[in-house]
């Protein structure tokens, strides 16, 4: 380890030593959000017995509203608490929700599901723009120190479903999520040593020390800021639960974002206002991405509890597949990331971007040939769940964290914390419509005008048709409606992903980052 004179600038491993306080604080942090997330789905359908079209509602609206607090959080951040409080407030929040969430009662069901909303608010984005922050004097490196931070994402995604399901399935459901909630009180413990140790420096402190402290009815302006979220938590809570009304917030939101977006636009410099735009591109990019990979997370449990053949694992434990790969291989592409830079040969953003969603239209369409070795039972082979999510994944590591790295380097810094939350904007939306791409995997028995436009296509990737699957029965019915929805989307990304890569190389150009 190499150090340097000031804590801000010592090392470890070539990178700023306080991004892997950060690493391990992000990585317990994603062990409870994702450990909880990999039990959500199938304790409503299988415990509380909520149809499968009520489930994909409430998480839907959950997981969008998980990305659209970051906005005020963000805001919040660059305003009043700085990055520091502003982690610290939402790993305590989302704490207590995951807690709560052990209590089986409808108030303590979407209170809970409310406070982690909020908590990650505070936390999601401000935890990345903090990392951004380590890197402003070597920003050549930044692609590389986001891949590894990535990494601690994925890390705790990979262990929690595996851990979290395996107690929940032994003990009860509510165990599962109190471990959950542990996890998140561990990831506070990592940031908090990090403090004490001084390992980030200056960074990430109050922006105004006496705006935060001026009192306001005997409180300051950040305890305001804490008695806000909390008092907020019933409004939250009623969206989760009349989800069916979602489409109104999504209204709400995206004429709050245009127009400030377009005050930030005014204010900024040519450059500036060039960078933005990419941001914005990558926003709406990262928001189809979402839209058909966050089938991990819903549609495809369902698909690989009722029509995969698994062997060694339950359905709930299929949501580390994804997080394991991104283990194995995000060392390997930082590595690659850093060589290619090196020689002068690293793609730009915008090519990374096209090539991520080409390749998560190739996975939809290998989780939709998998009907092709389905027996007599309708259930597939595990092989094709296997590759499709190895393929998806390098599809991610094209574009995630790449987006993280180039929204914290492209943002006006005076705006980057809300900026880093209009990027958490497309999981929003993404989440928004993979809720409605999930409802259509409902098998009701009735035809479904979209995929007429693929029916050909469906048949030769997966040698289906409806008349085909209803004369089979009902578990192929089933099946039909899962792939066919995957092929059909997977067609419509791959489309879109060539279509992106035509336009990279104006979007490069807006950059003026001379091809990072």
């Known amino acids: 380890m190499k150090a340097s004179k000031t804590a801000s600038t010592a090392t470890l491993f070539g990178h700023p030593k306080g991004l892997f306080y ?27 017995l909520y149809t499968d079209e009520a489930s994909f509602g409430i998480l839907s609206a959950y997981m969008s509203l998980v990305y659209i607090t970051p906005l005020w959080g963000g805001i919040l951040a660059d305003k009043i608490l700085g990055y520091r409080k502003s982690i610290l407030l939402g790993g305590i929040l989302m704490a207590l929700g995951h807690f709560l969430l052990s209590f089986e009662t409808p108030i303590f069901f979407y209170g809970s599901l409310a406070l982690i909303i909020l908590g990650n608010g505070f936390f999601k984005p401000n935890i990345s723009s903090f990392v951004g922050a380590l890197y402003k004097d070597n920003p050549h ?12 994402i994925n890390l705790g995604a990979a262990i929690a479903p595996l851990i979290c399901a395996w107690i929940a399935a032994l003990y009860g459901w509510h165990y599962g999520f109190m471990l959950a909630g542990f996890g998140m009180l561990l990831g506070l413990a990592f940031f908090q040593q990090g403090l004490k140790s001084n390992v980030f420096g ?11 402290h001026q009192k306001i009815a005997g409180l300051n302006q950040g305890q305001w800021v804490a008695i806000g979220a909390v008092l907020t938590t019933p409004i939250f809570a009623a969206i989760i639960f009349f989800h069916e009304y979602e489409h109104y917030l999504i209204l709400l939101a995206s004429a709050f974002l245009i127009l400030y977006i377009l005050f930030i636009l005014s204010k900024v410099s040519t450059i500036e206002r060039g960078r933005l735009i990419v941001v914005i591109y990558f926003t709406l990019l990262s928001t189809l991405f979402a839209a058909l990979f966050e089938q991990t997370g819903s549609s495809l449990v369902l698909f690989a509890d009722r029509n995969v053949h698994l062997i060694g694992i339950n359905a709930a434990q299929t949501n580390s597949i994804n997080a394991t790969f991104i283990v194995l291989l995000a060392i390997p592409f930082s590595m690659l990331w850093a060589w290619l830079s090196r020689i002068g040969k690293n793609p730009a953003a915008p090519f990374k971007f096209s090539f991520g969603l080409i390749l998560l239209g190739l996975a939809a369409i290998i989780f939709g040939r998998s009907a092709i070795s389905a027996d007599a039972l309708a259930q597939t082979s595990m ?5 499709g999510y190895f393929v998806l994944t390098v599809g991610e590591l094209f574009l995630s964290p790449i987006g993280l790295s180039k929204v914290t380097e492209l943002s006006p810094k005076q705006y980057i914390s809300f900026i880093m939350g209009v990027w958490f904007s497309s999981y929003f939306y993404g989440h928004y419509f993979a809720g409605k791409v999930a409802q259509l995997t409902v098998s009701n028995g009735a035809s479904n005008n979209l995929f007429d436009t693929f029916g050909s296509a469906i048949k030769l990737i997966t040698g289906l048709t409806q008349d085909i699957a209803i004369h089979k029965g009902p578990a192929f019915e089933q099946l039909y409606a899962y792939v066919s929805v995957y092929v059909s989307f997977g067609i419509i990304t791959l489309s879109i992903g060539c279509l992106a890569l035509l336009l990279a190389p104006i979007m490069t150009r807006l950059m003026h980052l001379e091809n990072r």
């Not at 990430?204 to 020390?209: F, R």
């Not at 092989?383 to 590759?387: A, D, G, S």
Request: hydrophobic share 55%.
């Open 22 to 48: 950060l690493f391990f604080a992000e990585l317990w942090e994603r062990f409870s959000f994702y450990g909880m997330k990999a039990l959500l789905l199938l304790y409503m359908t299988q415990h509380l």
């Open 141 to 152: 490196q930044r692609d590389a120190g986001f891949t590894i931070f990535y990494l601690g």
């Open 202 to 212: 200056a960074a990430g402190q109050l922006p105004n020390a006496t705006r935060y």
């Open 383 to 387: 092989i094709y769940l296997i590759i």
